[in-house]
Structure formats: structure tokens, C-alpha cells
């Protein structure tokens, strides 16, 4: 029996290890992946997160998840005692929500449709025609809607991962041809749902207001001369000041012509 030679330490641990990683790395990849139909939810990186080989926060690093990075989720586990939830993935674990309960990705929305523009068209913040503008969508360039909603004017409203878009110009342009839709789109609503103006009362008729009582006919301006009678003896005087010069007295009873003059 041939003698066998001792090995050092060193190098039957190097070789376990070797082992080790080539075992798992064969379950891995021999672990069945989800079908299309039995996919899990997708979500979309907010930030950049390390893709870590197991469950463990401390296992062997394997890659980055950058930011706007999309991926479907093939199960969901919650770290014990924390607010950590590790997702899976194809490329390994990463974790949806830190230890200090900061979320690093978000849910995405599965298309209901898809589109082409075919005539630029303005991107907008919100739903609203008048929100903030968000960019401009260039012709040729594919959309996959999120959502789809019809505004007050009959507009329908595109919304997409960069923000919501016009399906048609005001002028009736179309800027986003339909390719295939999972969702018919909402139509309009009828006009019997439309809220109805409320008929406004009738006029209520104003009274008339009473006319004014014929005003007096005006009394007839006083003439220059009037007929006094003296009935007490006065002093005549020449003008019409109280100190002027004393004129001739009239007989007693002597009716008189006053021309405006005072006595």
C-alpha cells in the first residue's frame, strides 16, 4: 500500500471551501424560476442597493442594483426583529426596506397598454393639462401606459413612468399610437351621468314702485309793488337804511304804494 503524503491544513480548507461554493452555486442553479404567470410583483430601485448571494445581510456580495432598475420578485422575507424585508430576485437578495425602515424600491405598475409617439408630445407632472411640465416625449420612442383616464374636455390622459401625456393634441392630433392594450380604455361617460345644471328660478317680477305725488304748482313770484294800510303812525325815511334822511309824512290813514321799502 503506497504511503499516503499528510496535506497541510491550509490547503484541505482552501479546497471545503472551493466545495462549499460550488455546491451552492449548483443549487442555485438548479432552483426552478418562477413562469410568467406565477411571477411575483415588480418593483423599481430608488436607489442604488447591494445584491447580496443569501438571505443574510453579512452573506457574499454578488452585485449593485442601480437606481431605476426594475425586478420581479420571487419571494419576500422579513429580517426577525427588524423592519428589514429582503427580496429575491434572479441575481440574488436585496433589501426592499432597511433596518431603519427606509424603503429602497417601489411597487410598478403592470402596463395596461402600449404605445409608440408618433408626433412629440409634452410630459406633464400630473394628470392635469396645466401641471408642471416633465419633458418632452420624442417620436418613435415605445410607452408602456400605466394608467389611462379621460379629462373633463374628452382628452385621454397617458400616464407612463416619466409622467402623463396627451393621446391627442387639442386640435385632435394623435401623438401615442395604440399597439396592443391589456384593459379596454374608459369611455366617455354618458351624457345622463353627467351632472346636471339645476334650472335656474324664473325671474321674479319687481313691483313698481309708487309714482311720486304731483309736487304743488309753484306759488307766483311776488309782484314789485304791494297796497299796505298804516295802522299806526310811522317815520318815513328817504332810502331804504334806517338812518337815512326823514322824508315828508303822509296824512293819517293815507293808504300808500310800498315799493319793497321798509319802515
Not at 62 to 76: D, F, K, M, N, R
Not at 231 to 239: F, T, W
Request: glycine share 6%.
Amino acid at each position: 500500500m503506497a504511503p499516503v503524503s499528510p496535506q497541510s491544513p491550509p490547503r484541505m480548507l482552501a479546497r471545503m471551501k472551493r466545495a462549499s461554493s460550488e455546491h451552492l452555486a449548483q443549487g442555485r442553479a438548479e432552483s426552478p424560476r418562477p413562469s410568467p404567470q406565477d411571477a411575483g410583483p415588480r418593483y423599481r430601485a430608488l436607489r442604488s442597493v447591494v445584491i447580496r448571494a443569501e438571505f443574510e445581510l453579512d452573506s457574499e456580495k454578488v452585485g449593485v442594483l442601480h437606481l431605476g432598475t426594475e425586478l420581479i420578485a420571487e419571494e419576500e422575507r422579513q429580517v426577525g426583529g427588524s423592519a428589514c424585508v429582503r427580496v429575491r430576485c434572479g441575481e440574488g437578495w436585496v433589501s426592499k426596506v432597511t433596518a431603519e425602515g427606509e424603503a429602497t424600491m417601489e411597487p410598478v405598475d403592470e402596463p395596461v397598454a402600449q404605445y409608440t409617439c408618433v408626433k412629440k408630445a409634452q410630459i406633464r407632472a400630473g394628470f392635469a393639462i396645466d401641471s408642471d411640465k416633465a419633458g418632452v416625449l420624442a417620436a418613435g420612442t415605445a410607452v408602456q401606459a400605466q394608467e389611462r383616464r379621460l379629462n373633463e374636455q374628452g382628452v385621454m390622459r397617458v400616464r407612463f413612468a416619466e409622467g402623463w401625456v396627451s393621446e391627442r393634441t387639442a386640435t385632435g392630433a394623435l401623438c401615442l399610437q395604440l399597439d396592443s392594450e391589456a384593459a379596454p380604455a374608459p369611455a366617455p361617460a354618458p351624457a345622463s351621468a353627467l351632472p346636471k345644471k339645476k334650472a335656474s328660478p324664473p325671474p321674479v317680477p319687481r313691483k313698481k314702485a309708487a309714482s311720486p305725488p304731483p309736487a304743488p304748482a309753484p306759488s307766483p313770484p311776488p309782484s314789485s309793488s304791494q297796497a299796505f294800510t298804516c295802522v299806526r303812525k310811522s317815520q318815513i325815511r328817504s332810502g331804504f337804511e334806517m338812518d337815512s334822511p326823514k322824508a315828508v309824512r303822509p296824512p293819517q290813514h293815507h293808504s300808500a304804494l310800498c315799493s319793497g321799502r321798509r319802515s
